[in-house]
């Protein structure tokens, strides 16, 4: 793998919702890791990917409702570490999980998740993250089998092993998201999660109990029916990863495979909806 990136900053106004439609769209385009801040939004992809008609493809750059100006730099990813400590705090969700790296202090919640993202997404701090664990913190995951889709940091599977769960499949198409979930995985002493890369494609014979998927919109809208094979009768499927605009997409989509809504969490946009099978 490719140590080199392309580093783009982008300054959106106006920010809000501005930010959050732009990281949205740079991750439907291959773009890998983001860093948000109040005046900027920075995002990296890797130069092996990196091909500018990509930014082509970005609707909100087109969007007359934004102005967006950016400029880009390649970088080697030996820096990286330096810039996400600089900007990643503890994150704190509903009083009860503290999502923190490993140099903040231990934190006074119930849990207590260390990671170190590096190049990899689910630090606590986006949206779709903190509601995939507010709605995992209300289930009863003891001794339940759960598949974490899209892995990223491996954030949600270490939470559902606190939680109780067992055994639990981590999985996520991008190699380096494997490697850091592996790393955290062990940084937080679990023992009942086993980390694989790969896609939908590995759930061929496999059943869980709660499937938990924060991606994006194309590909749950895609991966939805392997869920549906894969999730035992009355099990849970926590999804997130697109806008309040695809509610309906994709509850129909969930709905054409027998699943029935249960709970929507919204925030700044953003969606995360648990379904019963
Ligand atoms: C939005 S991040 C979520 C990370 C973490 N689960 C969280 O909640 O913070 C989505 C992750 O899905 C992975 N991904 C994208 N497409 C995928 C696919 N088809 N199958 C499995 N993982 C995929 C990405 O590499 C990325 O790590």
């Not at 005046?39 to 087109?62: D, M, P, R």
């Not at 630090?123 to 892995?151: A, R, S």
């Not at 054409?256 to 019963?276: A, C, D, G, P, Q």
């Amino acid at each position: 793998m490719s140590n080199i990136y392309i580093e783009y900053t982008f300054k959106v106004s106006p920010p809000v919702p501005g930010n959050e439609i732009l990281i949205a769209e740079l991750g439907y385009a291959g773009f890998e890791s983001f860093v948000e801040n109040e005046n900027e939004v920075i995002a990296y992809i890797q130069k092996q990917e990196w091909n500018k008609k990509i930014l082509h493809e970005i609707g909100i750059l087109k969007n007359k409702n934004f102005s967006i100006q950016y400029h880009s730099k390649e970088i080697e990813q030996v820096n990286w570490n330096a810039e996400w400590e600089k900007n990643f705090n503890p994150i704190e969700v509903d009083g009860i999980c503290t999502v923190r790296a490993p140099f903040h202090p231990k934190p006074a919640t119930k849990y207590d998740i260390i990671i170190e993202p590096k190049m990899s997404f689910g630090t606590g701090h986006h949206e779709t993250t903190h509601m995939m664990i507010q709605h995992l913190l209300k289930l009863d995951l003891n001794g339940k089998k759960v598949l974490d889709m899209g892995c990223g940091t491996g954030v949600l599977a270490i939470l559902a092993e606190k939680l109780g769960a067992a055994p639990i499949d981590a999985i996520d198409i991008d190699n380096w998201c494997y490697v850091n979930s592996l790393e955290n995985v062990e940084r937080n002493n679990c023992t009942h999660i086993l980390v694989y890369e790969g896609d939908v494609l590995l759930l061929e014979g496999k059943k869980y109990d709660v499937i938990i998927a924060n991606i994006n919109r194309n590909i749950l809208l895609e991966d939805i029916p392997e869920y549906s094979k894969s999730l035992n009768k009355n099990g849970i499927l926590l999804l997130s990863g697109f806008y309040k605009e695809d509610i309906l997409t994709i509850s129909k989509k969930c709905e054409e495979y027998s699943f029935e809504l249960i709970e929507t969490i919204e925030k700044n946009n953003w969606v995360s909806i648990k379904f019963l099978n």
